[in-house]
Antibody, heavy 115, light 106 residues
Framework: QVQLKESGPGLVQPSQTLSLTCTVAGFSLTSYNVHWVRQPPGKGLEWMGVIWNTGGTRYNSALKSRLSISKDTSKSQVFLKMNSLQTEDTATYYCARDSGVMDAWGQGASVTVSS | IQMTQSPSLLSASVGDRVTLSCKAGQNINNYLAWYQQKLGEAPKLLIY???SLQTGIPSRFSGSGSGTDYTLTISSLQPEDVATYFCQQYNSWTWTFGGGTKLELK
């Protein structure tokens, strides 16, 4: 059964770094790409970036200077790090498997940026 | 690539045929997906490659279109279809979503 689950701090202070983990089950990170997508409260979906099965990455140009995605294949985990957080980064953060399209999503991790 | 959905809000009755639209800023070669997001839940894939139904999705959902213009149709609206629907293009090596259509019961 394919599963993805995001984890991380629910609260981050402004200017600090957000670190999230996506733990997957039911498939291998050597065979599938994984995306990060976020959604501010009451708003739409924003693609953040992807890590390919090969380990390469591609980022949304609007976030590229602040964002890093990596993975530990042996632990079935994908990591997101984003620095210089501001209040507008408050959102639910999702990871999603890519089988050519985002066919499976995690439940989401709610992150609030506030002092 | 910018994706524009219309309408932003749609009210319909149970049993109605419902049509949601999505327009791309350029030809996306049918690399178009539709997602359903119910309140408090993650998005769920409904349609991929513009017209292919994801496994397990009811056949009342269908997708069509080509080039820059795409449509999601629900043939007979059910109460459980109340949700926000997003289109997404994956033609270029960046992924973009439309702003969403919120579907409610009249």
């Amino acid at each position: 059964q394919v599963q993805l689950k995001e984890s991380g701090p629910g609260l981050v202070q402004p200017s600090q770094t957000l670190s999230l983990t996506c733990t997957v089950a039911g498939f291998s990170l050597t065979s599938y790409n994984v995306h990060w997508v976020r959604q501010p409260p009451g708003k739409g979906l924003e693609w953040m970036g992807v890590i390919w099965n090969t380990g390469g990455t591609r980022y949304n140009s609007a976030l590229k200077s602040r964002l890093s995605i990596s993975k530990d294949t042996s632990k079935s985990q994908v990591f997101l790090k984003m620095n210089s957080l501001q209040t507008e980064d408050t959102a639910t953060y999702y990871c999603a498997r890519d089988s050519g399209v985002m066919d499976a999503w995690g439940q989401g991790a709610s992150v609030t940026v506030s002092s | 690539i910018q994706m524009t959905q219309s309408p932003s809000l749609l009210s319909a009755s149970v049993g109605d045929r419902v049509t949601l639209s999505c327009k791309a800023g350029q030809n996306i070669n049918n690399y178009l997906a539709w997602y359903q997001q119910k309140l408090g839940e993650a998005p769920k894939l409904l349609i991929y490659n513009a017209n292919s139904l994801q496994t397990g999705i009811p056949s009342r959902f269908s997708g069509s279109g080509s080039g820059t213009d795409y449509t999601l149709t629900i043939s007979s609206l059910q109460p459980e279809d109340v949700a926000t629907y997003f289109c997404q293009q994956y033609n270029s090596w960046t992924w973009t979503f439309g702003g969403g259509t919120k579907l409610e019961l009249k």
